[in-house]
């Protein structure tokens, strides 16, 4: 019974479909819940730092349920999409309720739909992979997952990945500097794998270029069966659910930089290297994200099994409550700096 608190991570896109349906005020309630509600459940609820004895934990990865609770995502994501592109196409909303839906819509791409697809991205079936990248699409974000894995768990907590906020850098800085280092990050390694596999640019093993197509059809079909009105929404509602993304990368790594070698290298990645948070509520509502550093030291172990290390630098708050306090920088800096090993500071 305990296994079917992931259902928690469902309460998100619920609100969405609230707000689609009732309207009015209700369309605001999305991000009322996952900023204001959660953050206070967080704050209630106790830090849980156990992890699972070794045969709970060949337990639960033998168990489908965790899977099929990410599978579930998709039809969930594409359902809620469609609702939306219609009733935005054959409803006079108020500006408010236009913006709230985008926003309500926006959250649910971000939480369980890139979120969910990052997990994905690092199984080791193709049919995971792509479920995996088609919760990326409604995002335009697709190019996230050759970045992230051939990428981010490269260079994490170096200069060199455009997925570690500096120390000082502010989360709005931080939205600029990542998501275009990112996407020109993403067809520099897709170059290189297509040099080393000896294919060429317009090969078909090109997965850039299928993404361009992909996104372009998705568009295209939004103008074609929607409307214009339609088009907005599913543009913006995109772009909220990657900054939604980066919000996250930006309290992942903050700060946090591996120590060059005497060879000149940097350090392996360790557990020192990601900001941890235990906090119940977040852990479940983005499928143990919260435990960062135990998937960057092996980022193929499915979220269910994840630990708690130690020596991982712990976050004072979850990190729903810790995206709310990103958006304020002066409060962010004086809660995190202190945080940071002085031997990581650079500036």
């Known amino acids: ?120 991205g690092h199984r080791q079936t193709t049919n995971e992979r792509f479920l995996g990248k088609a919760l990326l699409l409604p995002s335009f974000y697709m190019h996230f997952y050759i970045e992230h894995n051939f990428g981010h768990h490269l260079h994490a907590a170096t200069p060199e990945d455009p997925a570690t906020a500096r120390y000082n850098q502010s989360v709005y800085s931080f939205w600029f500097t990542s998501t275009i280092r990112q996407y020109f990050g993403a067809w520099k390694i897709q170059n290189k794998l297509l040099k080393n596999n000896n294919q060429s640019f317009l090969s078909i093993k090109n997965d850039m270029l299928w993404y361009v197509v992909f996104q372009i059809t998705y568009v295209s079909a939004i103008v074609l069966i929607f409307s214009t009105a339609a088009l907005l929404f599913a543009v913006f509602s995109g772009i909220i659910g990657f900054i939604l993304l980066e919000t996250v990368n930006y309290i992942e790594h903050y700060g946090l930089l591996r120590l060059p070698t005497k060879s000149g290298r940097y350090e392996r990645v360790k557990e020192m290297h990601s900001w941890n948070s235990n906090h119940v509520i977040g852990r479940i509502v983005l499928y143990e994200l919260t435990r960062h550093s135990d998937h960057h030291f092996k980022s193929s172990k499915k979220y269910q099994v994840l630990d708690c290390h130690d020596e991982s630098p712990q976050m004072p708050y979850g990190y729903p409550t810790s995206m709310v306090l990103a958006m304020i920088p002066p409060l962010w800096f004086r809660i995190m700096n202190k945080r940071v090993p002085k031997e990581m500071i650079t500036s």
């Open 1 to 120: 019974m305990k296994d079917l608190k992931y259902l928690a991570a469902f309460s998100i896109p619920i609100m969405a479909f609230i707000g689609l349906y009732f309207k009015g005020y209700w369309v605001w309630a999305t991000p009322i819940f996952a900023f204001v509600c959660i953050p206070i459940l967080e704050l209630i609820f106790p830090i849980d730092t156990d992890n699972l004895k070794p045969e709970e934990a060949d337990s639960k990865l033998k168990q489908n349920l965790f899977d099929w609770l990410l599978y579930l995502n998709l039809p969930l994501i594409f359902g809620l999409i469609i609702y939306a592109l219609f009733t935005v196409s054959n409803e006079i909303l108020a500006t408010y309720e236009f913006v709230g839906l985008i926003v309500s819509v926006g959250i649910v791409l971000g939480v369980n739909g890139i979120n969910v697809a990052h997990e994905l």
